[in-house]
């Protein structure tokens, strides 16, 4: 297959159902991608030797637990794309099981391995029949999760997801990615998170009255944090540990490191350190910046 060095990612979406693949596709799907839903992984090859022939310059495939039969051939066939000199950027999307659960029930879908409506999700054994479909497609999945970059949507809005995955797209190539996300710990850990640093010992501007409302980027905040003997010191051991083993990561072919940065709510601290070790790392590697909380409070406001 004679492909340029210029082509895009063929971007693969999959995951655990319920957690967004159809939010994911339609925003690559209006960022100009030529999109397919559902397709059966036997088929990928030859789609995207049809679509590079056809000078398609995005493309963009989901594939699921629809097509249980053909997923053993899925990580084969991304293999061997890439050895054809293909990029593929597999981006995975996950959410808690509970949150899952409950999405099931809001909408009255059925999961694909369930027998299972989801207007009986209010009874126990239909609700540990729906627990056992997403515990099974977690099984299922669990290789090609570990092969791919994973998005935690549990706590993520629409609007969020959308955003996050055309950062993704945005930035990928062949060198790793750092992805520096805040996030509240009373929220739950991110499941995307690589690495995980507990700021709840640094020195909390929440405390402060005049600061209270205010966040991480705002420069009131910034200059009490500039101030904390124990923040700078927290910064410089993070970034320490990050310039020792970013060579390992990226000898292990990883396209994203994503590093968690949490603190009690995800809006003082999290922030500034996310923002503080983005702009450190600017020269050695892409930087992402992600705050959880912070965007979805910002996103219900606009709504």
């Known amino acids: 297959m004679n492909v340029s060095a210029r082509q895009e990612p063929v971007v693969l979406i999959s995951g655990i159902s319920g957690s967004g693949k159809s939010v994911a596709l339609h925003a690559l799907e209006d960022a100009g991608y030529f999109c397919v839903d559902n397709l059966p992984p036997e088929l990928l090859r030859d789609?995207?030797?049809l679509e590079r022939a056809q000078a398609t310059p995005r493309v963009a495939v989901a594939a699921d637990v629809r097509a249980a039969s053909s997923l053993p051939q899925l990580l084969p066939l991304i293999?061997?794309?890439?050895?054809e000199?293909?990029?593929?950027?597999?981006?995975f999307l996950d959410s808690r099981t509970e949150t899952l659960v409950r999405r099931y029930s809001e909408t009255r879908r059925r999961h694909p391995l369930s027998s299972i409506d989801g207007r009986s999700e209010t009874t126990n054994p239909s609700r540990q029949a729906l627990i056992e479909a997403i515990e099974g497609e977690r099984e299922m999945l669990g290789a090609l999760r570990n092969a791919s970059t994973v998005i935690d949507t549990s706590d993520l809005r629409p609007a969020q997801l959308r955003a996050w995955v055309r950062q993704l797209?945005?930035?990928a190539d062949t060198s790793l990615t750092l992805v520096f996300e805040s996030?509240?710990?009373?929220?739950?850990v991110p499941r995307d998170a690589?690495?995980?640093y507990d700021l709840r010992v640094l020195p909390n501007p929440h405390y402060v009255r005049e600061l209270r409302e205010l966040n991480g980027r705002d420069e009131p905040v910034k200059a009490y944090l500039d101030a904390q003997p124990e923040v700078a010191e927290m910064l410089a051991q993070i970034e320490s540990f990050l310039l020792r083993w970013l060579p390992a990561y990226?000898?292990?072919?990883?396209?994203?490191?994503?590093?968690?940065?949490g603190c009690t709510g995800g809006q003082h601290r999290s922030?500034?350190?996310?923002?503080?070790?983005?702009?450190?790392f600017l020269a050695r590697a892409s930087t992402l910046v992600r705050h959880r909380e912070l965007e979805a409070r910002e996103n219900h406001v606009r709504s």
């Open 183 to 188: 996030f509240a710990f009373k929220q739950g």
């Open 194 to 196: 690589d690495l995980v």
């Open 79 to 83: 293999d061997l794309l890439r050895a």
């Open 271 to 280: 922030v500034y350190c996310a923002e503080q070790l983005a702009t450190r």
């Open 250 to 261: 990226e000898e292990d072919h990883r396209g994203y490191l994503t590093v968690a940065l």
């Open 169 to 171: 797209v945005g930035t």
């Open 85 to 91: 000199g293909v990029q593929v950027l597999p981006i």
């Open 47 to 49: 789609l995207v030797r």
